[in-house]
């Protein structure tokens, strides 16, 4: 299967190299640092539509095309989605998309502005991948899987091959892992070209099927499965997927939510670019030490940018406090004219910047003539708050860091 799969990236790379952009490798500073290797980031949240699914899609689809096929459907949560109406767009053919009801109305948009017909059904993926299976039987269209696929998985190779052309001793290569259908084309390449190089995978705790069935070297269905990172959730990798992985992936490893959400606000903050939490999986492995790549040439690969705006202003946020970055005091004070006014004065002394301020008067524990006073700032260390806390007390204000 290896060598089938190998000659169809090679021919994938050719069918490939007009439609989809060589997307960059980038040197990153700030995480070397951090981690003590030479760290390089492929940027496939640069590639057309945001994301790597459109390289598997097309070579998928433009075979389908050749073929006389016009009419194709798949099920996805995003990426795939629109890799899928981008790709039917380009060769002509039409596509039907399954995505789950709860699916965010900016992913179901641009799925839409593709120029695919989207139909929302179920509250998972998996209920989309029934419906779409229906659908394709009804309407004798073709279904375009999203992983489980070698074409599929040849498209996605093409990075493996982009990787070793720009950093041919590359050692260690962090892929983010779903279904399989990415890491199973990478590794194939780079084994090929590089066989010493390490390819290992990375899954978010709460949806941990590929990672459980690869450790186990069988098909593991997981029943319940939660993550911010919903690009690679999936109840169980594809039976091609993990035969693949079984030969050619080192080694898996698990990454949460908070750990995701801080390489979200690193690459953001540090590295000036936009990861959807499954694209951050990679960066948060190393980060957290999930993976040790000191002195060694590593590439994670940042598969995608397609985040949520308003989950993005949530991740940003709540990393911040995590960080120390902003921290919230609250207290009780006297309801009448100039008492807040003297906590505002502390803070600004201290050259504090408050992001937000909550007056409650009729909370129903308080004693009458009494107010809950809560205090969002910006500061430069956690030890400002203490600071801040301190001098409030010294004035007979009885404040706390909650």
Known sequence: MLDELNIKIRDAREVLKNIVHHTPLQHSRTLSDLTKGEIYLKLENL????????RGAYYKMQKLARSGVKSVVAASSGNHAQGVAFSATSLNMKATIVMPRHTPFYKVNATKS?????VLHGDTYDDAYQKALEIAQQTNAEFVHPFNDLDIMAGQGTIGVEIFEDLSDVEVVLVPVGGGGLISGIATALKKLKPDAKVIGVQPKGAPATYL???EKRIVETHEVSSIADGVIVKKPGDLTLKIMEEVVDDMVLVDDREIARAMFLL???????AEP??????????????DVSGKKTVPV???GNVDPTLLIRVLGQVLYVEGRQVRIQGILP???GQLKKVIDAVAELG??????????????????????TLGLEVPSKEYADILVLKLKQMGLDFRVV
Do not use: C, W
Request: glycine fraction near 10%.
């Open 47 to 54: 590639q057309k539509t945001g994301a790597f699914k459109v």
């Open 114 to 118: 593709y120029g695919a017909e989207v």
């Open 213 to 215: 069935s690869f450790q």
């Open 268 to 274: 953001l903050e540090r590295v000036k670019t936009v």
């Open 278 to 291: 499954a694209g951050a999986l990679g960066v948060a492995a190393v980060i957290s030490g999930a993976v």
């Open 302 to 304: 940042v598969s995608g």
């Open 335 to 337: 309801d009448r004219p």
């Open 352 to 373: 504090l910047n408050i992001v937000e301020i909550q007056h409650e008067r009729l909370n129903p524990l308080l004693t009458p003539g009494m107010a809950l006073v």
